[in-house]
């Protein structure tokens, strides 16, 4: 018997394209909690808002965060909210803001 197919959001995967603009950076864990390391790497650093933070916990295991004006999110939120964020709207593919801007007037 066939299995059928998941779904896919077009919410999310129109955030992950948004998200794919965004600058992304590298980091391992270490001995903190990934959360923790990815505010004090963004503390450390410096890092701007908007921005893509991958932790790689272990050998398999990576977690993403987006860090915004607002604080340090997960970035499968993101993706699917991506309208709540005011500096992805810069970010955003120009065909997509026409669309937007379109539709709104």
Same mark, same amino acid.
């Given at each position: 018997?066939?299995?059928?197919?998941?779904?896919k959001?077009?919410?999310?995967?129109?955030?992950?394209? %948004? &998200?794919?603009?965004?600058?992304?950076? !590298?980091?391992?864990?270490?001995?903190?909690?990934?959360?923790t390391?990815?505010?004090r790497?963004?503390?450390a650093?410096g %890092?701007?808002p908007?921005a893509?933070?991958?932790?790689k916990? !272990?050998?398999?295991?990576?977690?993403r965060?987006?860090?915004?004006?607002?604080? &340090?999110?997960?970035?499968?939120?993101?993706?699917? !909210?991506h309208? &709540?964020?005011?500096?992805?709207?810069?970010?955003?593919?120009?065909?997509e803001?026409?669309?937007?801007?379109?539709t709104?007037s």
């Open positions: 018997m066939a299995r059928k197919r998941k779904r959001s077009r919410r999310r995967q129109e955030g992950r394209k %948004i &998200l794919a603009l965004v600058p992304q950076y !590298n980091i391992e864990s270490g001995e903190h909690k990934p959360v390391a990815a505010r790497y963004i503390s650093k %890092i701007a908007p893509l933070v991958v932790v916990r !272990n050998e398999h295991t990576t977690d965060y987006f860090w915004a004006e607002k604080g &340090l999110f997960g970035a499968q939120y993101v993706e699917e !909210n309208f &709540l964020f005011p500096s992805l709207r810069i970010v955003q593919p120009e065909e803001q026409v669309l937007t801007t379109t709104v």
